[in-house]
């Protein structure tokens, strides 16, 4: 089975902290995606990434950034925590073509205060 | 991007009677996806449309695409409690090889 891991499930920041969300798969996938979630809004894309090294930025990239250094590793960075980061953020990732079967991490709550 | 949108935003029903969700989405695709998430979790897919296909079958669901109204249903036959879940439309466009554009999802509650 696919495994799609987050390194936490709920954090607690404070405004202007740097906060690190890891995301790895075990499927050899060369696609990872970033989205957040908010109640009433759905998911929206953050940033992807096709392969090591490369990213491209999605719908809401503003106050993120990401790192993909190895194929199964993919994180989101935000540089200066602030309150309407407060979200879901779930990370997934498939094999090409992109539009294709998406697999789902469990998502990890982030509430900053 | 334009985001599918699912009708209706939140559906309640009794155990044992069929729900239907809706999906309508703006733009050509290449295929269309159902996903659910359950309470706090990550999304789970279920099925998958090809632009060429009208319906699909996968156990309780039924899917329909019709591209020329650009909507989509999502039927659960025989509903049962575990069912309750959010459900999401999510579309390829078709320059293919883009990410999926996610609907806001449709809240199914089944009671017992």
């Known amino acids: 089975d696919v495994k799609v891991t987050q390194s936490s499930r709920y954090l607690v920041k404070r405004t202007g902290e740097k906060v690190f969300l890891e995301c790895v798969q075990d499927?050899?996938?060369?696609?990872m995606f970033w989205y957040r979630q908010d109640p009433g809004l759905g998911l929206r894309l953050i940033y992807f990434?096709?392969?090591?090294?490369?990213?491209e930025k999605g719908d809401i990239p503003e106050g993120y950034s990401v790192s993909r250094e190895k194929k199964e590793r993919f994180s989101l960075i935000l540089e200066s925590a602030s309150t309407n980061q407060t979200s879901m953020y779930l990370c997934?990732?498939?094999?090409?073509?992109?539009?294709?079967?998406?697999?789902f991490g469990p998502g990890t709550r982030l509430t900053v205060t | 991007s334009q985001q599918g949108e699912e009708d209706p935003q939140a559906l309640s029903i009794q155990e044992g009677e069929n729900a239907t969700m809706n999906c309508s989405y703006k733009?050509?695709?290449?295929?269309l996806q159902w996903y659910r998430q359950n309470s706090g979790r990550g999304l789970v897919h279920l099925i998958l449309?090809?632009?060429?296909?009208r319906e699909k079958h996968s156990g309780r669901l039924r899917v329909t695409l019709d591209t020329s109204k650009k909507s989509s249903s999502l039927l659960i036959t025989a509903s049962r409690a575990a069912d309750t879940a959010s459900y999401f439309c999510?579309?390829?466009?078709?320059?293919?090889?883009?990410?999926?554009?996610f609907g806001k999802g449709t809240r199914l509650s089944v009671i017992a």
């Open positions: 997934a990732s498939n094999s090409p073509p992109s539009g294709y079967e998406q697999y």
């Open positions: 499927m050899d996938h060369e696609n």
């Open positions: 990434s096709y392969d090591v090294k490369m990213k």
């Open positions: 733009t050509s695709i290449n295929n």
């Open positions: 449309i090809r632009s060429n296909e």
């Open positions: 999510a579309t390829e466009g078709r320059a293919g090889n883009t990410p999926l554009v």
